[in-house]
């Protein structure tokens, strides 16, 4: 397990040695914001020796702009240059847009019911009510969910 890390180690070494300025500034960008905050703050460009960084709200851009020197010292303590005078943040939603793998998954709130029970409501309702097989059904579900819940009926 240890020779995968220094694998690892070693091919991060690899890319800062052989990188331009930005790509190693994307490399150290967990150690200038903190892990939670990379998160937040995306880095897009350098320019000028201004970096600019993508942040998804106002929120974030009033909480994370208080520290934009101490990332500029952060940066500049990894090069033999200032390489970095200050940080330019801008508002862009898109760059933070959640994944649909990543959006929580839904509970089937009609997967606490079996199959025999949905079919025996399906059944009292047809003889119940007289409706046709794909009603009875929709129906059932709705019923039972009513009645799990002890939520009267509308009269």
């Known amino acids: ?51 600019k960084v993508a942040v998804p709200n106002n929120i974030v851009i009033s909480a994370v702009s208080k520290f934009e020197r101490l990332m500029v010292k952060r940066i500049n303590s990894k090069f033999d240059e200032e390489t970095v005078l200050g940080v330019r943040f ?18 089937d709130i009609l997967s606490d ?9 399906k059944q009292e309702l047809i003889q119940s009510f007289n409706l046709n097989g794909e009603m009875a059904e929709i129906a059932a579900s709705i019923e039972l969910l009513r009645e799990k819940n002890n939520i009267p009926r509308s009269k």
């Open 1 to 51: 397990m240890k020779e995968k890390n220094s694998d690892v180690k070693s091919i991060k070494n690899l890319m800062w040695e052989t990188s331009g300025i930005f790509l190693k500034i994307l490399l150290i960008w967990e150690e200038v914001t903190g892990k939670s905050n990379a998160k937040l703050m995306i880095p897009t460009e350098l320019k000028q020796k201004i970096l």
């Open 90 to 107: 801008f508002i862009d939603p898109s760059q933070f847009k959640r994944k649909k793998s990543e959006s929580k998954p839904r509970k």
């Open 113 to 121: 019911f079996s199959q025999e029970e949905i079919s025996q409501k």
